[in-house]
């Protein structure tokens, strides 16, 4: 790998090298493979399919290697989930790379406290869904079904820092060949900092001396090498989240500068569900649900415009 100065190479190869090993990296490989195959062959003849890796959730932090407490990043997942139901809707397989425990495709409306109130037993050998919840269980079951039969769904769960960079990484490398008709969508709340491997402690930490003094690294911003090494020619959509939305187009803004992504979703955390602005070199669109459609949510109208716009660029990639 050749260095280009300012990308922290350094930084990154000593991440990776310092990192726990995944410890089912071999599957994980396996299934990516697998599914990228049967999305080449089921294409056949016709047009390329559309892949895309969504991420989603947050990711933590370990204290301690044989971990009690971490440090978490917030995000409940629901952008990521809603966004795969859209881009599966639009015809693209997606990579779904979630933090486990965080909201899924097809789930979102499903009651989740408590779920177990879906269902009832008449008897000892049946299991029935109440009356009340029929019609959303029947199509979660159904959709999330036909999404795995068709190949447009893979799921793949992280926890930590570590996890989630390693399957980032692996993903990006098995996409390489499908070049621009890949597209990046990272909607998961990344860690900024985080404590080395090497320099973790093994067990739980003591609570019986005082407080508690840790120094946090600075985790090497992964947005640069994806665009330059890991996926050059990929579609990539990075997002931004503040909590004071004064700043949050002129870091959105930067940070398109910066990692030159193709556009950059900004939203503030109090209003990410009502409303997000698309940041990109050829102006700023701000996206909303739409108001007369009382079920509208913001991703469908968000994922329509990212779908339009990898479009153009997969026409002006081949001229
Ligand atoms: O899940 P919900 O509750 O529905 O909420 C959705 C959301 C608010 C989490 C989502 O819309 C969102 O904004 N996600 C990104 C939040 C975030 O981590 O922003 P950031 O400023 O820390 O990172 C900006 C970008 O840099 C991200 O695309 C991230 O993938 C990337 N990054 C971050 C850290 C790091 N070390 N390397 C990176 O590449």
């Not at 795995?148 to 996409?175: C, D, G, H, N, S």
Request: aromatic share 10%; hydrophobic share 40%; charged share 25%.
């Amino acid at each position: 790998m050749s260095c280009i100065s300012g990308l922290g190479e350094d930084e990154v190869n000593s991440f990776f090298e310092s990192s726990p090993p995944l410890k089912n990296m071999e599957e994980i490989v396996q299934k990516l493979n697998a599914f990228i195959h049967l999305l080449n062959s089921s294409a056949g003849g016709r047009r390329r399919r559309r892949i895309v890796c969504v991420t989603s959730g947050g990711t933590t932090v370990p204290l301690e290697q044989r971990c009690v407490r971490y440090i978490d990043n917030f995000s409940s997942g629901n952008r990521g989930a809603a966004s795969t139901e859209n881009f599966v809707k639009a015809g693209y397989a997606v990579i779904f790379l979630f933090r486990r425990g965080t909201c899924q495709p097809y789930s979102r409306s499903l009651p989740d406290d408590p779920f177990l109130d879906c269902f009832q037993f008449p008897d000892n050998t049946n299991i029935q869904v109440n009356a009340s919840h029929v019609e959303a269980v029947k199509m979660a079951v159904m959709d999330q079904q036909a999404a795995v039969a068709e190949a447009r769904l893979l799921k793949l769960p992280f926890t930590t820092i570590y996890e989630y960079l390693q399957m980032l990484r692996l993903i990006a490398t098995a996409l390489k060949d499908v070049g621009p008709c890949s597209m990046f969508y990272l909607a998961a709340a990344v860690s900024d900092f985080y404590v080395p491997w090497k320099s973790m402690t093994e067990h739980k930490i003591e609570s019986g001396s005082g407080p508690l003094d840790i120094r946090l690294a600075q985790v090497p911003k992964m947005l640069s090498f994806l665009r330059t090494y890991w996926a050059p020619k990929a579609f990539c959509i990075s997002f931004k989240l503040e909590t004071d939305s004064k700043i949050l187009i002129e870091k959105a803004t930067k940070a398109l500068r910066k990692y030159k992504v193709h556009a950059v979703v900004a939203n503030e955390l109090s209003t990410r569900k009502e409303e997000v602005v698309v940041v990109s070199s050829s102006g700023n669109v701000v996206v909303r649900c739409d108001s007369e459609k009382p079920e509208s949510i913001v991703e469908d109208n968000l994922i329509r415009l990212i779908v339009d716009r990898h479009s153009t660029y997969i026409k002006e990639f081949s001229t």
